[in-house]
Structures are given as structure tokens and as C-alpha cells.
């Protein structure tokens, strides 16, 4: 296995056209803190992390980064970065305490200002509708998968396009409906924690379904608006050349990928898949993949490693299963680095289904940052990663895939769901016990980068 530790590749900002959007991402559950301030109510996430053995240090989200106080900070390394964007989430149990109460103008209030602070600074802002923070008072009701979810977050919507709405242009409904519902009710490893596959892909459904009865309604709240949705997707390998390995790679693509990008793009879920969930397929009703199949201004994606896929038909339904595929480099997280996945993937998006635009809205990695005696971060395993997928992305592009703008996951580290604080992806170190913000060598290069120099 050879780890690279310096890359050859030179890359300029000159290579991208001049209107490319150059951004960080960050969730508002991993940044904020301040979980009781402002009218917010409980999360999910403030009740799965409530729960021992959930969170692998023990930790939540109570005061992350402290980002609720320290915004205009943030903002500034924003700046100082040269971003042009700045993608944000916002907390829906900042919104709204309960089923049919009024707007909390509190919690309007507050990224209202975030919003102000963004455009102050160059910084145009991107707004991610629902990062997984469900409210808890929804999940005791059935949570996603009670449709009755899907009004509510329609309101939640409406509520805040036309609160951000004259400033804000560029929507994002969800971020990776996929870790919703499989992370959250399959595998039980995120919030709500249930375990149950029939749930999953009904909270699959009532995401989708959200998603597509919302964006009529940001259209009509916010004029010239642009939106979108963010899909966690995988460039996919099979074990072997045997037919066995390829056939289990393509029911896993079913679930894993097509399952989202096939009813976005009109076609329904995948027959395949469906045939195989038998009795767990989810409850649809008749208006429902038209609702879904709401033409888009861009799709998102979220990419971060490939998943190699073996046979095996004792794992039901798909009769498959994604192994580690060994001499591999990879991150701190276990996750193989693999730039050319990403040109592979956006190019099979492009030729399979023709999205128009495309953002890369998420793409970073982890790995055991040290802290020097000077207080510096030499990440250079990130710096390189970073650059590796930069690289990955103009090849696309150079490809013909209409690529216009990517997101570095992340500004800053932060709680990283049920890892808690063991893994940092932040461009900028948080020391989580003083709150003092340094920004690393990765982000010194991507400031360089975007500052021409």
C-alpha cells in the first residue's frame, strides 16, 4: 500500500470558471451549542446522545463549537478563507416548540442575522433545510415515518423561506436522505436509533416526499430562487470480476444510489429494489413520485469514499454487503481515498441521469490532527486529500460534467454525530475546551488556493 504524503498536482483557481462557487459546509446540531436558548426545544440528537453507549466519547451536541455565540468568528475565517459561499443548516426545534404553534421569532431571528453577517462579508449563503435535527416532539408522534412529518416540515418551509427569503437564494431541501433513514431506523447507529428496515424505507419515502412538496413553496416565497437537494452517493466497485460480485454491486447501487436518483428523476423506485424489500416497501399514494420528480436547479452531492461490494446471500434483502477492501490508504475514519471515484461518480450521475447543475456540497476527511508546539496543525494528509479531489472534480468537469461548485466539509471540527468529538474534518482546529479557533495547513492551502497566490 503506498500513502501519499505530497501531491505533484498543480492546480489553480484559474482552472474553474470565474463564476465557480468556492465554499465550507457545516450542520447546525454539529456547530451550534446552545441547546436550550433561544425558545429551542429538544432535537432527536439531544435525546440519542442522552442515551450511554450512543456517542463513542460520551459527548453531544450541548455546546459543539459554541457557533450560536461565536457566528461573527466563524464568518470571519470565512472571509479570510476567500469562500464566496457558505453553506449552514438550519435548526428546525429552532423554529418551531410544537404541532401548530406559532413561529419562534427568536430562532428566525438569529439566522436572519447569520444571514446579514454572511452577505456583510462576500459570503453568499446557502441554506440545508433539515441537517438530521428532527424535532423530538415530531419523533414521539412517529417521526418520519408518520406522514403527517411531511406537512410539518413543509410549514417549517414556508416559515423560514419567507423569513431568509429576500436574501437567500440558493436552497438545499435535505442533506443525505440516505443517513436519515438508514443510520437513523436500520442500523440505529444515529438519532432516533430504531432498527427496523419496513421504517426506514418509509422514512425514506415521507423525506423524499417533503422534499418535493417543498420546493414549490420556496419557489413561490423566495423570486429567483435555486433549488436542491443533497444526496450522499458512492462510486461502487464489486469484490471480484465474477458475475456473482457484479450482480451484488448492482442491487446494492439500488438501494444505495438509484433508490434516490431514480424517483428524482421521474423514473419511480427502482423495480428491482422494490421486488426484493417485498412487505417493508414503503406505503405510496398516487400523487407521490410526481411530487417527487419536482424538476430541480441542481443536484448536490456528497462524496466522500467508494464502497467495494461482495455477494452474499445470507445478508437479506439485497443479498450483498460492503467489505474493506485491503492495501487501501485511508483516513483516520477508515474510509478509502479514492479521487478517481469521484470523477468516476459524477460522470455515471451525468451520463445516467442529466441533472443540468451540479454541486459538490460535501467532501473532506478525518484524520489524528497534532497540535505543534507553536500551536500549528500540519495536516498534510488532509492538504493533499483536499487537492486530490479538486483534481478529481476538474477531470469531470473536463469531461463534460457541469460541475459549478464545491464545498469543503468542513469550516470547522465540530461533533461529529456518533464519533462525538474523536473525529475532526474542520479546516480549522476547535479546541473544544477553550473554544479557540486556529486555522490548519488545509486550510491555509485552500485560502492560498482561493486567493490565487
Given at each position: ?11 489553480k483557481r484559474?482552472?474553474f470558471a470565474?463564476d ?23 432535537s432527536?440528537?439531544d435525546k440519542?446522545a ?16 459554541d457557533h ?15 469562500l464566496?459561499?457558505y ?6 426545534p ?5 404541532v401548530?404553534t406559532s413561529?419562534n421569532?427568536?430562532g ?6 447569520m ?7 462576500g459570503?453568499d449563503?446557502?441554506?440545508?433545510l433539515y ?5 423530538q416532539y415530531l419523533q414521539?408522534q412517529?417521526?418520519?415515518a408518520?406522514?403527517?412529518t411531511?406537512?410539518a416540515?413543509v410549514?417549517?418551509t414556508?416559515a423560514?423561506s419567507?423569513?431568509l427569503?429576500?436574501?437567500?437564494k ?6 443525505e436522505?440516505?443517513?436519515?433513514a438508514?443510520h ?6 444515529h ?7 419496513g421504517t ?5 419515502h ?5 422534499h418535493?412538496?417543498s ?27 465474477s ?6 454491486m448492482f ?10 436518483l431514480?424517483p ?11 421486488q426484493l424489500?417485498?412487505d417493508?416497501a414503503?406505503?405510496?399514494h398516487?400523487?407521490d413520485?410526481d411530487?417527487?420528480?419536482v424538476?430541480?436547479?441542481?443536484l448536490g452531492?456528497?462524496y466522500?469514499?467508494p464502497?467495494v461490494?461482495?455477494n ?5 434483502p ?5 467489505i ?5 490508504e485511508r ?5 478509502e ?9 459524477l ?9 443540468g ?15 505543534n ?15 486530490r479531489?479538486l483534481h478529481?472534480?476538474?477531470d469531470?468537469i473536463?469531461?463534460g460534467?457541469?460541475?459549478?461548485g464545491y ?7 465540530n ?9 475532526r ?5 476547535v479546541?473544544?475546551q477553550?473554544?479557540?479557533r ?6 491555509r ?7 490565487h497566490?
Amino acid at each position: 500500500m503506498t500513502i501519499q504524503t505530497d501531491t505533484p498536482f498543480n492546480l489553480k483557481r484559474r482552472d474553474f470558471a470565474n463564476d465557480f462557487v468556492w465554499g465550507c459546509s457545516t450542520s447546525a446540531y454539529q456547530i451550534e451549542g446552545a441547546i436550550a436558548e433561544g425558545g429551542r426545544v429538544e432535537s432527536i440528537w439531544d435525546k440519542f446522545a442522552a442515551q450511554p453507549g450512543n456517542i463513542r466519547d460520551g459527548s453531544s451536541g450541548a455546546q459543539a463549537c459554541d457557533h450560536y455565540r461565536r457566528w461573527p468568528e466563524d464568518l470571519d475565517i470565512g472571509k479570510e478563507l476567500g469562500l464566496n459561499a457558505y453553506r449552514f443548516s438550519i435548526s428546525w426545534p429552532r423554529i418551531f416548540s410544537g404541532v401548530g404553534t406559532s413561529q419562534n421569532e427568536a430562532g428566525l431571528d438569529f439566522y436572519s442575522r447569520m444571514v446579514d453577517g454572511m452577505l456583510e462579508r462576500g459570503l453568499d449563503p446557502w441554506v440545508t433545510l433539515y441537517h438530521w435535527d428532527l424535532p423530538q416532539y415530531l419523533q414521539e408522534q412517529g417521526g418520519w415515518a408518520n406522514r403527517a412529518t411531511v406537512d410539518a416540515f413543509v410549514a417549517f418551509t414556508d416559515a423560514v423561506s419567507r423569513r431568509l427569503g429576500d436574501r437567500v437564494k440558493n436552497w438545499i431541501t435535505h442533506n443525505e436522505p440516505w443517513c436519515t433513514a438508514m443510520h437513523g431506523n436500520l442500523d440505529g447507529v444515529h438519532a432516533p436509533g430504531l432498527k427496523d428496515f419496513g421504517t426506514a424505507l418509509q422514512v425514506c419515502h415521507h423525506v423524499l416526499l417533503s422534499h418535493g412538496l417543498s420546493v414549490p413553496v420556496i419557489r413561490a416565497n423566495v423570486p429567483d430562487a435555486k433549488v436542491g437537494i443533497a444526496l450522499s452517493l458512492h462510486h461502487l466497485r464489486p469484490a471480484t470480476e465474477s458475475q456473482d460480485d457484479i450482480d451484488a454491486m448492482f442491487r446494492h447501487d439500488g438501494l444505495r444510489n438509484r433508490w434516490f436518483l431514480d424517483p428524482l428523476y421521474g423514473r419511480g423506485y427502482p423495480a428491482d429494489v422494490l421486488q426484493l424489500c417485498g412487505d417493508a416497501a414503503p406505503v405510496i399514494h398516487p400523487a407521490d413520485m410526481d411530487a417527487i420528480a419536482v424538476p430541480l436547479d441542481f443536484l448536490g452531492v456528497n462524496y466522500y469514499f467508494p464502497e467495494v461490494v461482495k455477494n452474499d446471500p445470507d445478508n437479506l434483502p439485497l443479498r450483498s454487503r460492503v467489505i474493506a477492501f485491503p492495501d487501501c490508504e485511508r483516513t483516520a475514519f477508515g474510509w478509502e481515498v479514492s479521487p478517481e471515484g469521484m470523477t468516476a461518480l459524477l460522470q455515471r450521475i451525468q451520463r445516467d441521469y442529466h441533472p443540468g447543475i451540479i454541486y459538490i456540497t460535501e467532501n473532506g476527511s478525518t484524520y489524528d490532527d497534532v497540535v505543534n508546539e507553536d500551536g500549528a496543525i500540519d495536516d498534510v494528509q488532509r492538504k493533499n486529500y483536499l487537492i486530490r479531489h479538486l483534481h478529481a472534480m476538474r477531470d469531470a468537469i473536463g469531461h463534460g460534467v457541469n460541475v459549478k461548485g464545491y464545498f469543503a466539509w468542513s469550516l470547522l471540527d465540530n461533533f461529529e454525530w456518533a464519533e462525538g468529538y474523536l473525529r475532526r474534518f474542520g479546516l480549522t482546529y476547535v479546541n473544544f475546551q477553550t473554544q479557540k479557533r486556529t486555522v490548519k495547513l488545509s486550510g491555509r492551502w485552500y485560502r492560498d488556493f482561493l486567493n490565487h497566490r
